[in-house]
């Protein structure tokens, strides 16, 4: 029997952060309320400071305006 248990499975929950500062290497961002620093390839190129970011399950991409108005 094939295990199908993540093959179909949408992750009702948005993980979206702010971008607090960004350097060559890192980034730092705060989600819920704590600051995480991260590396900087975890992330898409053009991000600066006081975007709004959403975890798409390999990177942190900018948030579209709908991803904005869902929540954490």
Known sequence: MENEANTKVKCAVQ????????????????????????PREKAEEEIEAGDVLRWD???????RQEDKGEGQ
């Open 15 to 38: 993980r979206l952060g702010n971008v607090v500062a960004v350097d060559g290497k890192s980034l730092a961002i705060e989600v819920n309320g704590k600051v995480l620093t991260l």
């Open 57 to 63: 399950g390999a990177k942190w991409v900018l948030a």
